[in-house]
């Protein structure tokens, strides 16, 4: 018998999953609230940008095994895969409403021998504190009945359809058979090795690896501000550290950006907060690092030749659309609430048509270039884009330049003393 499955939640994560288990064998249906959204699905367009996704849509719409809807209905086994914002309460705790409200919209259809799964990131212990008895409310019980279990997700944007394939996969079932029945299902496409846990631990194992990720990036951000102090680069000093066997201090930059990184380690305090002090000044040091550009900024254009600051990037990471938490735009509303005149260039994010720019017209009359987002696109920066400003200095926060004219001085955010001494002379 073909199995059906449901995901409810088609986006960034939940789309390319149900096309994955409607290309490996299963009878896919796709719930989302947004009619447009499902219209253009059951036409065999996706909705959302990542590489091979459209591909494998076309083959799903033409096998006939994937189909959209606005409502839940009776299947096999029903994954959810809903936004889980941050609160507005002190803590930025986990909101888990539409975690919720997905699980309640599949009760009426849920029947003896189901499974349900989570992959929404949740703070530790909603599956067993928040989901199991809105499950048994209906009287089936959780293991016996019905199998529950939180599978998140570690996929990078950009590399989806490889990693969802290929990555480990974590199953935290509520009981052992749990998780027995929920990883037979990822089976089904996963060669990665799958490991069966509880449910309290892979929520907490998923917020980890990314808290770990902004811990890590808070130390090498905190680094740079002691390095610009002392007048030693951090970036030199990050190398030097990371040749030894067993030191991996990441990146620093303008501030972490994203949906992921700058999220779930408040999951994961918010649930502690008072053990989890570590968690919360890393998130602080992450937070501060806007405010930390801005006034260096401030300080190199104190006795620019001209106001204006040309930023380039404003998406959260290189090569990618997206903005959502993203440094680079906290910088830009900051600097255009000064006296300075900014403009803007990111040859990946939409912007509003009167503020396109080309390369030439953004660097022309500018004082100070101000690079915030790894784009491929600025690893060269041209001579006659220099040529054009009036004070030709470069700030790189993401040591992403490689090659600049001669005559421009570049400075990164880990040396960027340098730049601030010659400004002053
Ligand atoms: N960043 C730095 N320095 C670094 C690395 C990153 O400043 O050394 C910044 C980036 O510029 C960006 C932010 O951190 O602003 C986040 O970028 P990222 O590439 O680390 O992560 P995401 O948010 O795109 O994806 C992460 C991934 N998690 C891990 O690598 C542990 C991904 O595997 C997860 O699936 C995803 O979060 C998620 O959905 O949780």
């Not at 064998?25 to 065999?44: C, F, Y």
């Not at 009287?139 to 009945?145: I, M, N």
């Not at 570590?278 to 405010?291: E, K």
Request: with cysteine; proline share 5%.
């Amino acid at each position: 018998m073909v199995l059906k499955i449901e995901t409810i939640g088609l986006g960034y994560i939940g789309l390319p999953t149900a096309l994955m288990f409607a290309d490996h064998g299963a009878e896919v249906v796709g719930v989302d609230l947004s009619p447009n959204m499902i219209e253009k699905l059951n036409n065999g367009q996706v909705h959302i940008e990542e590489p091979g996704l459209q591909a494998q849509m076309t083959r799903v719409h033409e096998a006939g095994t994937f189909t959209a809807q606005l409502t839940a209905e009776e299947a096999d086994v029903f994954i959810v895969s809903v936004p889980t914002p941050n609160r507005n309460d002190a803590f930025k705790s986990c909101d888990v409403s539409y975690v919720q409200a997905a699980v309640k919209s599949l009760l009426p259809f849920l029947k003896k021998g189901n499974i349900v799964i989570i992959e929404s990131t949740i703070a530790p212990r909603t599956t067993v504190d928040d989901v199991q008895p809105l499950i048994e409310s209906t009287g089936l019980v959780v293991g016996q009945d019905v199998y529950l279990a939180h599978c998140p997700e570690r996929v990078l944007p950009g590399n989806i359809l490889h990693e969802l394939v290929h990555n480990t996969r974590i199953i935290g079932g509520v009981t052992a058979e749990c998780s027995n029945q929920a990883a037979a299902v990822y089976a089904r496409f996963v060669q990665g090795d799958i490991i069966k846990t509880t449910a309290g631990e892979a929520e907490l194992s998923k917020l980890m690896e990314n808290t770990y990720r902004d811990t890590n990036i808070a130390l090498a951000n905190e680094l740079v501000k002691i390095g610009n102090k002392l007048k030693i680069d951090a970036h030199e000093v990050i190398t030097m550290a990371n040749r030894h066997p067993r030191v991996n201090i990441h990146q620093p930059g303008p501030g972490v950006g994203g949906h992921c990184l700058a999220v779930d380690p408040y999951f994961v305090s918010a649930a502690a907060p008072a053990e989890a002090l570590l968690i919360q000044t890393a998130r602080a040091v992450n937070t501060s690092m806007p405010n930390y550009i801005v006034t260096k900024v401030l300080e190199l254009m104190a006795d620019a030749p001209t106001k204006k600051v040309t930023l380039l990037g404003l998406a959260y990471k290189g090569n990618i659309d997206d903005k959502r938490e993203s440094p680079a735009v906290t910088i830009f509303e900051k600097l255009r609430d000064t006296h300075l005149e900014v403009t803007v260039i990111d040859e990946h994010v939409q912007l509003p048509i009167e503020e396109q720019f080309t390369m030439d017209e953004a660097f022309t009359d500018s004082s100070l270039v101000l690079v915030l987002t790894d784009h491929a696109e600025y690893k060269t920066l041209a001579t006659e884009w220099i040529n054009k400003m009036s004070r030709p200095l470069i700030l790189d926060t993401k040591k992403i330049v490689e090659t600049c004219p001669e005559g421009a001085t570049l400075h990164t955010i880990g040396n960027m003393y340098r730049l601030l001494e010659g400004v002053k002379q």
